[in-house]
């Protein structure tokens, strides 16, 4: 089979789709998530086992992929889940095996937050990014971990953690 795939965008909510363009799976990875820049009709992040990719022109003829893992701070290397985009489209959170990485500046410079590291997946939590979930560990022995300081600290999740916050009532 084929790593070729068409991108495709509908801008009437799905009634219609147009190609944008092909995504060459086995040059830049195949796409796991695709997150779309709210402040912008036009930009897109995905994530391959590849790395971070910044989409532009998505809407606007054929879109331009730029990979942004391995410069300007951001590690070479798959993306554990899918990536955090903030509503202005300025702060962008990653995760990957290397430990968690956020942008303030739309993804052009990434600083590591935490030492979390061994990361096989990281959600962040949409309307409030100081909360995030993970897992880590090597493969066979990971383990859930939740964080409320942005990345800083994680704790593992216990049945007695999780009985411990309910009663607390957050």
Do not use: C, E
């Not at 830049?28 to 992040?45: H, K, Q």
């Not at 962040?124 to 939740?146: E, F, I, S």
């Not at 600290?153 to 049945?159: E, G, K, N, R």
Request: charged fraction near 10%; proline fraction near 3%.
């Amino acid at each position: 089979g084929s790593d070729v795939a068409a991108i495709v965008g509908s801008t009437d909510g799905g009634a219609t789709w147009t190609s944008r363009g092909t995504w060459d799976g086995g040059t830049r990875g195949r796409i796991n998530f695709m997150v779309g820049d709210a402040s912008s009709d036009t930009l897109f992040y995905a994530t391959t086992g590849q790395g971070l990719w910044r989409i532009t022109n998505a809407f606007s003829g054929t879109f331009t992929a730029t990979k942004l893992s391995g410069s300007n701070g951001l590690p070479a290397g798959g993306i554990a889940g899918q990536p955090y985009v903030s509503a202005d489209g300025q702060t962008i959170i990653v995760g990957n095996g290397s430990g968690i990485y956020k942008s303030t500046n739309g993804g052009g410079a990434f600083s590591k937050v935490g030492s979390h590291n061994d990361l096989s997946r990281l959600w962040v939590n949409p309307y409030d990014p100081t909360k995030m979930l993970t897992t880590a560990g090597q493969t066979g022995t990971q383990r859930p971990y939740y964080s409320t300081d942005s990345g800083a600290t994680f704790t593992l999740v216990s049945a007695a953690n999780v009985a411990k916050r309910a009663s607390a009532g957050s």
